[in-house]
T-cell receptor, first 116, second 110 residues
């Protein structure tokens, strides 16, 4: 069964500090891994997307890593801002055989709170 | 520019009263998805369309139906909403594996 596990479940950090969120997955056949930021009451917004051959990808203060061998990913947030307070969701995609659609497996997310 | 649009953003309906949520896209993506997301939970896939082909998840209740009259629009019909159907409903589109989410519709059932 495809699964995505995220840790920690929630995190509180001071403004300006760095933090790292973790994602472990068992999804097959692996297509790509994405990190989304979801503000309360809003739809998820994509931060990064990585395929099997990519180890790291940055988007501003967000840097995602992927270790396809250990099936682990991390999202590092540098110099956090109050606006970073949100849920961060790891989503792993598996391609349906013989079709153009993809099955997504969602983690439950890490709820990040950045406080002044 | 809005790419995946959901209307309304907030919907209140009465117990048992049919309700329709709408989603439109300007991306011309061939795949459209409907997800249900309850508080502090991951989105749960209800069904998706690959072009006109409808794919229902095995555990999606019969109370939930969908229509896709054309590439741009997709509707979620809840025939008899129960209190347990109160949630955020997310529409998403994709092409070649990249998914784009709409802002969601928050459904309240009274």
């Amino acid at each position: 069964k495809n699964q995505v596990e995220q840790s920690p479940q929630s995190l509180i950090i001071l403004e300006g500090k760095n933090c790292t969120l973790q994602c472990n997955y068992t999804v097959s056949p692996f297509s790509n891994l994405r990190w989304y930021k979801q503000d309360t009451g809003r739809g998820p917004v994509s931060l990064t997307i990585m395929t099997f051959s990519e180890n790291t990808k940055s988007n501003g203060r967000y840097t995602a890593t992927l270790d396809a061998d250990t099936k682990q990913s991390s999202l590092h947030i540098t110099a956090s801002q109050l606006s970073d307070s949100a849920s961060y969701i790891c989503v792993v995609s598996a391609r349906h055989s013989g079709a153009g659609s993809y099955q997504l497996t969602f983690g439950k997310g890490t709820k990040l709170s950045v406080i002044p | 520019d809005a790419m995946v649009i959901q209307n309304p953003r907030y919907q209140v309906t009465q117990f048992g009263k049919p309700v329709t949520l709408s989603c439109s896209q300007t991306l011309n993506h061939n795949v459209m998805y409907w997800y249900q997301q309850k508080s502090s939970q991951a989105p749960k896939l209800l069904f998706h369309y690959y072009d006109k082909d409808f794919n229902n998840e095995a555990d999606t209740p019969d109370n939930f139906q969908s229509r896709r009259p054309n590439t741009s629009f997709c509707f979620l019909d809840i025939r008899s909403p129960g209190l347990g159907d109160a949630a955020m409903y997310l529409c998403a589109t994709s092409r070649l594996g990249e998914q784009y989410f709409g802002p969601g519709t928050r459904l309240t059932v009274t």
